[in-house]
């Protein structure tokens, strides 16, 4: 689903007009897309695996298929380390000096929260970025990927109070947005109350 809707995205990019009547980051020849991501921190694994072996691979079949109307693409990332401001410092650079088309696939809860407000702003592209806040839904430019934690947080809270008949339970969870975005209170006709 990811791959049909990122091929979607792309292919709105419109093949007939002039290089300089595009959009940043699309030229007659290239598509230039880029993101911050952990290639440090404790999130350096999955940012190294979703970067390099899954968008820039996936990149590579589509270039060697032709590309997207006749452009390839080309990616840019640099390392934030999980960090925001770090995060928010590599986006600005992205969109301002290297100037991308989209920002793809950050990783993260807090970077991307600490940069949505100015790729809003900047009306930049947010393709697919793998973390949980609700605050990404219904925002122009963000093209979701994957369900967000509360949603699935209530799932599992509903079936826990519903279908096992619990009346208590603990969550822990980290201390940031991550958890803060997935941590969904019992709906009242719950019959279990949160400890």
């Given amino acids: 689903m990811i791959r049909a809707a990122l091929l979607l995205v792309l292919a ?26 952990s290639f440090s921190g404790p999130l350096a694994f999955t940012g190294e695996q979703i970067t390099k072996f899954g968008v820039d691979l996936y990149f590579k079949v589509v270039n060697d298929a032709g590309g997207i109307h006749g452009r390839t693409i080309r990616t840019i990332f640099y390392d934030d380390g999980y960090r925001p401001q770090d995060a928010v410092a590599n986006t600005k650079k992205l969109v301002e000096q290297d100037k991308i088309f989209a920002v793809i696939i950050p990783q993260g809860s807090p970077p991307v929260m600490a940069t949505l407000a100015y790729l809003e702003e900047n009306k930049v592209p947010l393709l697919f970025p793998y973390q949980s806040s609700p605050e990404t839904r219904r925002k122009r430019y963000v093209f979701q990927g994957m369900t967000v934690s509360d949603r699935s947080s209530k799932m599992m809270i509903d079936y826990l109070a519903g279908q096992r008949k619990l009346k208590k339970f603990a969550a822990l969870y980290q201390d940031d947005e991550y958890s803060a975005s997935s941590w969904s209170p019992p709906s009242p006709s719950s019959a279990a109350s949160p400890t």
């Fill in 12 to 37: 709105l990019i419109p093949p007939a007009l002039p290089a300089s009547a595009q959009s940043p980051g699309v030229s007659d020849k290239e598509i230039l897309i880029g993101g911050s991501n």
